[in-house]
């Protein structure tokens, strides 16, 4: 079943997908997809060339041009724009904010989501963002849904970005994750929502060991064929 397998890992920014999205693929032997650094691609495409992100026509253009290429093992996953590795440049704060911004609109999210069907068409992959599970993957064979509250994922977010940017405070950091969480919710196309047959985890209070357990263990149930696991980490 591993081969074929799809698994899709949602949920708001800051709830841990990719950490844990990247551990399980290198567990498994999977390819893994990093979603949002296609979106963060594109708004790295878009900031060069100079276009507003308040004109979707020309944003949708530089998204339908523009070369991305995922490639390397989980742990060092390199994202290529255009023929060239932009893996730490697309990690910047305003470059996921612009990124935010350009991943609610339609044009955009329609035309990744059409290759990051291509490329996980094969099976055998984990990926991670907003809508794999109701949109790019709705008969994914796994799905997770993780999240936390949004001042345990702002405090994450400003552990990690702070080293980078030291002007970042933590009220700015939830700001951003609240304005994220709005968009991501309230866009018409692909919304942030939970996949009806998704196992929720909620993150806030869990090492991140204990949530990489509980999520290999629902996937090694599947592989088993053994029931699904409750969606409730705390029942």
Not at 150 to 174: N, V
């Amino acid at each position: 079943m591993t081969k074929s397998l799809i698994i899709a890992i949602d949920g708001p920014s800051g709830a841990g997908k990719s950490t844990l999205g990247r551990r399980l693929a290198r567990e498994l032997g999977l390819l893994y997809i990093d979603t949002g650094a296609m979106y963060r691609a594109v708004a790295l495409a878009v900031t060069r060339a100079g276009v507003s992100t308040a004109d979707p026509e020309a944003v949708a253009g530089v998204a339908r041009q523009a070369s991305i290429q995922l490639a390397g093992d989980p742990d060092s996953l390199q994202v290529r724009l255009d023929g060239h590795d932009v893996s730490g440049e697309i990690r910047g704060e305003q470059i996921g904010h612009t990124a935010s911004v350009v991943s609610a609109i339609p044009e955009v999210r329609r035309e990744l989501v059409r290759r990051q069907r291509e490329m996980g068409a094969r099976g055998g992959v984990v990926l991670d963002g907003r809508d794999i599970g109701t949109v790019v993957f709705p008969s994914a064979g796994v799905k997770f849904f993780l999240t936390a509250v949004p001042e345990e994922r702002a405090r994450r977010r400003f552990d990690e970005e702070r080293l980078k940017e030291r002007d970042q405070t933590f009220e700015a950091t939830l700001a951003d994750i609240n304005a994220r969480d709005r968009r991501d919710s309230s866009r018409e196309d692909s919304p942030l929502r939970i996949a009806s047959d998704a196992v929720v985890i909620d993150t806030t209070e869990l090492p991140i060991e204990e949530v990489y357990r509980r999520m290999l263990e629902v996937v090694r149930e599947r592989q088993r064929g053994a029931p699904e696991a409750a969606s409730d980490p705390k029942s």
